[in-house]
């Protein structure tokens, strides 16, 4: 069956330290990739997606980035935290592009 | 530019009273549109989408590309029916990974 893994589920992590967020595929073949964040009261912003392995779209200008080692691996990282990276991150995956399913999120709190 | 508007930050209704949460969108293309659900303590998941004409969980949405809206309706909520729901957009192909827009979204709460 097709699976989401996106750990860690929360993490704290002070200022200007780096991040990692790593989010695993399974039971499916060279889908496409996304990640989102989603902050209270305005909705899911979609911040990269991927179509295939090296293969990385920005879509918002910010101190993040992705990358796509294997075709089911997606990683969102940053060299140094800022306090408004904090929020709630969601990995999805989609094959038809009819249909995203998501990844249970990680919630990241930057003091 | 694609663009979601959910009109609505929370909607309250009672169990049995009909239910409809607002989406209007702005593309000039033709898209294909989208309902996710967040239930308390779960994952976001799809709901519904115009392309499948389907009712889930009694749900229903019509998309009106005179009005540019996707409103989702219900004929009577039930308590479950509570969560977050999301209104989203696709459309650009496959070049540009199918994204989705997604609207702010609304959460519906059914009261006994």
């Known amino acids: 069956s097709q699976t989401i893994h996106q750990w860690p589920a929360t993490l704290v992590q002070p200022v200007g330290s780096p991040l990692s967020l790593e989010c695993t595929v399974e039971g499916t073949s060279n889908p496409n990739l996304y990640w989102y964040r989603q902050a209270a009261g305005r909705g899911l912003q979609l911040l990269f997606y991927s179509v295939g392995i090296g293969q990385i779209s920005s879509e918002v200008p910010q101190n993040l980035s992705a990358s796509r080692p294997q075709d089911r691996q997606f990683i969102l990282s940053s060299k140094k935290l800022l306090l408004s990276d904090s929020g709630f991150y969601l990995c999805?995956?989609?094959?038809?592009?009819?249909?995203?399913?998501f990844g249970s999120g990680t919630r990241l709190t930057v003091v | 530019a694609q663009r979601v508007t959910q009109p609505e930050k929370l909607l309250s209704v009672f169990k049995g009273a009909p239910v409809e949460l607002k989406c209007n969108y702005s593309?000039?293309?033709?898209?294909?549109l989208f309902w996710y659900v967040q239930y308390s303590r779960q994952r976001l998941q799809l709901l519904l989408r115009h392309i499948s004409r389907e009712s889930i969980k009694g749900f229903t949405a019509d998309l009106n590309k005179g009005e540019t809206s996707f409103h989702l309706k219900k004929p009577f909520a039930q308590e479950e029916d509570s969560a977050m729901y999301y209104c989203a957009l696709s459309g650009l192909g496959m070049e540009y990974g199918n994204k989705l827009v997604f609207g702010a979204g609304t959460i519906l709460r059914v009261k006994s």
């Open positions: 999805a995956w989609s094959v038809d592009g009819y249909g995203y399913t």
């Open positions: 593309y000039s293309g033709s898209p294909e």
